[in-house]
């Protein structure tokens, strides 16, 4: 009897789908209270928190709650804390990469000024972790221990995006781990916080955490892809936007890689220009990256940390059910054009 029921013990814990995640955060955060005195502090806050997108992090904060049979109202502090983190990290991002678009919307910085970006993005940084504060302190530090090498990491992740942008030598691997600790951290510590949550076994909230730092490689070289390829439309960014910026992503340094020594070369030399008008540089890069194969070899890249993610579904101690729904999950970030 025990070989047909043990598989599905947990399936008594029932989940919810990926748009009612974004329903209950949606709504937790529309009761969240921010605006406050001075006004130019928080509501630029209210402003890039009021923008939308997808919620992805939040979600797979509350999803990896339930995942380990917890209920999900458990978790929407710690989603909070890891969606104003996340927006704070765009307001700077934003500043820091001149960037007149977010989410297809006015960027902070150019809506108000520099230094009021700055400064909201700061008191983000801090109101993130005050949402720490309602878990009880075995939690709390366990919360706030992953949240503080996150936050780093981020940082150490954006620093070494500058820096490549000046290099001409940049390789695959220095890449992919730029983007493994700008992006791929993040989206990796929202799921294991929703597994510290729930109280989960140590090696089951690793196991979670390791799902969701290949997604987030997957996903940010997707986010590469189609700020070349994507529809205008649906991406809701500037397309083209690390071309113009002369961005060393995945699609660069593969066609650096794939090219003849005058490709190769064609393309340095596009990625050094300052154009007012950058559609036909644009072009260029973008014939360069699908004849030289790069196109390609990024779909591939996207395809094996998928895989990679779902590998590590497997060793955990959750129900077939379960491993299928965040199996689904990751099918379907792959299949994503915004």
Known sequence: MNCIFEPRKSEFHFMHDISQYQDFFNSYLKN?????????LYEPMEYILGLGGKRMRPVLTLMAAEVFDADYKKALPAAMAVEVFHNFSLVHDDIMDDAPLRRGKVTVHEKWNINTGILSGDAM???AYQYFE???????????????????????????????EERIDVTIPEYLKMIE????????????????????????ADLIYDFGLNLGLAFQLQDDYLDAFGDPETFGKQ???????????????????????????????????????NSAKIETAKAIFNES???????????????????TLEKMAISEDKKKILKTFGENLMGRTV
């Open 32 to 40: 969240q209270s921010i605006s406050k005195e001075p006004k130019n």
């Open 239 to 277: 397309v083209g936007g690390d071309i113009i910026e002369n961005k060393k992503t995945y699609l660069y340094l593969k066609s650096l890689e794939f090219s003849t020594a005058d490709k190769a070369l064609q393309l340095q030399n596009l990625f050094h220009l300052q154009l007012d008008d």
């Open 293 to 311: 194969g790069a196109s390609k070899a990024t779909q591939e890249a996207i395809e094996m940390f998928t895989l990679k993610a779902f590998e």
């Open 181 to 204: 600790y700008k992006t791929a951290v993040l989206v990796a510590a929202a799921m294991k916080m929703g597994a510290i949550v729930a109280e989960t076994s140590e090696k089951d």
């Open 125 to 127: 940084l801090i109101l």
């Open 134 to 164: 309602q878990y009880e302190p075995a939690v709390f530090r366990n919360l706030a221990k992953l949240f503080s090498k996150t936050a780093l990491e981020v940082c150490e992740g954006q620093q070494w995006d500058v820096d490549f």
